[in-house]
């Protein structure tokens, strides 16, 4: 079973989103005929595809306390069945986030176990079942924002995190097939400590 191509898709995903969002302006002026078209000092000038990189944050971090202390913020949300392990059973999917994650304060290493978070939304305690719970259920190593973006399929990631290093990973929760996700949020497990999920798109 290949357990890089899942990663894979999900950078093409990410860079063809960065990069849709690149085209040129429809209301910039256009020169007029004779004008210099020299480019403003720093410009690079060189014919090339345009790197990847990552979503914004969507909106506040979630700070957890438990074992460690460190916070998470959602980059993007997706459902899909391209799962790098086990594939979702049947009347499944998942509902997978990527997260940024980092130490809080940050000089201090840490590990920040998955099973501390759960997504939370309007169908879950009906869909529960021996696939459907409560907390995520596995994710991917924990990488740095270069590998995120340049690593290629043989890039190795992490468990425990270093000091002063923010980290990004792609984990997931198994849901209905049917399930409402609207308002979905990403919680501490055992606490009234929620984000927003965001806007969820098909994988």
């Given at each position: 079973?290949?357990?890089?191509?899942?990663?894979?898709?999900?950078?093409?995903?990410?860079?063809?989103?960065?990069?849709?969002?690149?085209?040129?302006d429809?209301?910039?002026?256009?020169?007029?005929?004779?004008?210099?078209?020299?480019?403003?000092?720093?410009?690079?000038?060189?014919?090339?595809?345009e790197?990847?990189?990552?979503?914004?944050?969507?909106?506040?971090?979630?700070?957890?306390?438990?074992?460690?202390?460190?916070?998470?913020?959602?980059?993007?949300?997706?459902?899909?069945?391209?799962?790098?392990?086990?594939?979702?059973?049947?009347?499944?999917?998942?509902?997978?986030?990527?997260?940024?994650?980092?130490?809080?304060?940050?000089d201090r290493?840490?590990?920040?176990?998955?099973?501390?978070?759960?997504?939370?939304?309007?169908?879950?305690?009906?869909?529960?079942?021996?696939?459907?719970?409560?907390?995520?259920?596995?994710?991917?190593?924990?990488?740095?924002?270069?590998?995120?973006?340049?690593?290629?399929?043989?890039?190795?990631?992490?468990?425990?995190?270093?000091?002063?290093?923010?980290?990004?990973?792609?984990?997931?929760?198994?849901?209905?097939?049917?399930?409402?996700?609207?308002?979905?949020?990403?919680?501490?497990?055992?606490?009234?400590?929620?984000?927003?999920?965001?806007?969820?798109?098909?994988?």
């Amino acid at each position: 079973m290949r357990r890089h191509g899942f990663g894979i898709r999900l950078l093409t995903l990410l860079s063809a989103v960065a990069l849709a969002g690149c085209g040129s302006d429809g209301g910039a002026a256009t020169a007029p005929a004779g004008a210099s078209q020299t480019p403003a000092p720093g410009k690079n000038t060189a014919d090339g595809p345009e790197l990847p990189t990552l979503p914004a944050p969507r909106g506040p971090a979630l700070k957890l306390s438990n074992r460690y202390t460190y916070k998470v913020q959602v980059l993007d949300a997706m459902t899909t069945v391209s799962l790098p392990y086990d594939p979702p059973p049947a009347g499944t999917t998942a509902l997978a986030l990527l997260l940024r994650v980092e130490a809080d304060p940050p000089d201090r290493r840490i590990q920040a176990p998955v099973q501390y978070l759960g997504i939370d939304y309007p169908s879950r305690r009906d869909d529960l079942s021996q696939y459907v719970g409560t907390t995520l259920d596995k994710r991917r190593p924990y990488l740095t924002e270069d590998q995120m973006r340049f690593g290629g399929d043989g890039v190795q990631g992490v468990d425990v995190l270093e000091a002063n290093t923010v980290y990004y990973t792609w984990a997931w929760q198994l849901v209905s097939e049917n399930a409402d996700l609207t308002g979905a949020t990403l919680c501490e497990v055992r606490a009234d400590n929620c984000i927003p999920v965001g806007a969820i798109r098909a994988g």
